[in-house]
Structure formats: C-alpha cells, structure tokens
C-alpha cells in the first residue's frame, strides 16, 4: 500500500514538473511572437509622377531577372488605361512580369508568384473604397516590397489625408482625413508637395492627428523607401520631413471653423537623393523605452 502511494506521488509530482516545462515553453513561445510591424517592412512611397523613380521601384523588385510586378490601379479613374500605361513604363524600365489587378473583380488577390506590388496614384478615397478587404489583408502582410504613388502614398498610413488645405494658409477645419491601408503607423504621407505648396497642409496634419509623430511631404519624382525604421530618399526633389519640436503648440482646436490658425514649433528638413533618415518609434515602443520596460 506504501509502495502504491510512493509510485502515486512520483507520478503526480513527473505531471507537475511537465506541466510547469510545457507552460514555460508556451510562454516563451508566446514572448517570442512578433508584435504587429509599426511599418511595412519595405515601402517604396513616392510623390507622383514617377519617371526615374519608377526605374528604382523597378531594380529594388528585382529588375528584368526576378521582378515580378503586380499592379493595382483602383485610385485612377480610368483603371484599365492606367493599368496599360504602368505596364509599358514597367516594361520600358525592363520588366519582364506584371500581373493586374482587376478594378472589376471584388475578390482580387495577389499572385502567388509576385513579389512586389506597385499601387498607381489617382484618388485616395476612391481607393479605399474600392479596396477588397482580403487584398487589403494580404498587404498588409505582403512580404516582399510595395510601390505606391501619389495618392497611393498618401493612403499608405493608417491615417490619410484625403483633400482639404489646398492653399498655402493654414484655415482651421479644412485639413479631411480617413482611414488608410495602415501599411505604416506614426506617420503621414503628402505627395506633389513642392509643386502644389502643401507645406502648409503637411504641417496641419501633424498638428491634427495626435498619433502622428512625423509627416513626409514627397515632391513629385521623389520617393523614399522605407525599410523597418530606415528611410532612403531617391529622385529628382525633395522629401520633406516635419517633426514636432520643442514647444510645439497650435490652436487649431480652438479656433472658429475656417479662421487663420497658428502652429508654432515645427521642425522641418529637406532630404535629397541619397540621403537617409529614420523614422520614430511607434508611440506603445517610445512609451516602454521612456519607462525603461
């Protein structure tokens, strides 16, 4: 009877010491399971009319060997001739494989073999509108790297702007923003910058939304490629970078509807063709790293 309890507590004391080693192992397992990405891995943003940076979204996919494109042009109003137009450009910068994704097909998905995809510019809202939510998953997932211009850029974040602020004053309640493809998170995107004067938008929209910690105004030709934390700027003008600085104030929020607004504090710089830059952290990391966790 001795014997039978001795062998009964030393199989009941085996099960704990398992049980404990497994929930350890689940535990450690469950540590190691990486947090949603703050950014999209690679991210080849650019400010319109892409020209020679099309030719650089090209080689960073791979070039004539390995590129393999698939082209998504829900922004345009006219898709089937902006598809037709992107894959002569592709295939003048010497790549051989682009696939297209019908505007028509509410179950579009990307190709097993791609591995970039190039969003075209157009409306930013009319993208996200007609944006199939299995595709929007599958790139928000997409392992290789995404190509987007124009308003395509602009809808990259998880918050976009999508019209308002045209002119170079800043009127209170003007600036529209929506949800976006939330590719990149603590970050807002502008595009034709230089051209069209949107500094003044750029820095409103820091202003206005409390999760922004930086915006990057692209000048048309422009991109940067972002790779985890990394920026790269590549083309013919300027990434503009807005930051909030010490001090930063604005009373947007408490001024009437259309009134002149003040924004004080903001730090901007001008980055050119190959020159780097890195992006903030996103708030939850900035929050632990302030408080030592």
Do not use: W
């Not at 170079?168 to 807002?188: F, N, P, T, Y």
């Not at 502008?190 to 922004?212: T, Y």
């Amino acid at each position: 009877m001795l014997k039978a309890r001795c062998l009964l507590t030393a199989f009941f004391l085996m099960m704990g010491i398992f049980g404990t080693m497994s929930d350890a192992r689940a535990e450690d397992q469950t540590s190691k399971q990486p947090a949603k990405a703050a950014v999209q891995s690679r991210l080849f943003l650019i400010g319109g009319n892409a020209n020679t940076t099309l030719d650089e979204f090209a080689r960073l996919a791979g070039g004539a060997k390995k590129a393999a494109v698939a082209i998504i042009t829900y922004a345009g109003d006219k898709p089937i001739e902006l598809a037709d137009a992107v894959q002569n450009a592709f295939s003048a910068a010497n790549v051989r494989k682009t696939f297209v994704i019908s505007a028509d097909d509410k179950k579009a998905c990307l190709p097993k073999e791609a591995n970039a995809v190039y969003i075209g510019g157009g409306n930013e809202s009319r993208l996200m509108r007609l944006m199939p939510e299995g595709l929007a998953k599958q790139l928000a997932n997409f392992d290789g790297i995404i190509g987007a211009n124009s308003a395509a850029a602009m809808a990259a974040p998880e918050t976009m702007i999508s019209g308002g602020l045209e002119s170079s004053v800043i009127h209170a309640q003007q600036l529209k923003l929506a949800d976006g493809m939330d590719l990149i998170r603590g970050i807002i995107v502008d595009s034709h910058v230089g051209q069209r004067g949107r500094d003044a938008r750029c820095i409103a929209s820091l202003a206005s939304v409390p999760e922004a910690q930086m915006v990057i105004g692209l000048d048309e030709d422009t991109a940067v490629l972002i790779d985890g934390r990394n920026a790269t700027v590549f083309g013919a003008g300027h990434a503009r970078v807005y930051r909030k600085g010490p001090g930063f104030a604005t009373n947007l929020n408490s001024v009437p509807r259309n009134a002149v607004a003040s924004v004080q504090n903001t730090l901007v710089s001008y980055f050119s063709h190959g020159d780097k830059f890195e992006l903030p952290l996103p708030v939850a990391v900035a929050e632990k790293t302030a408080h030592g966790r």
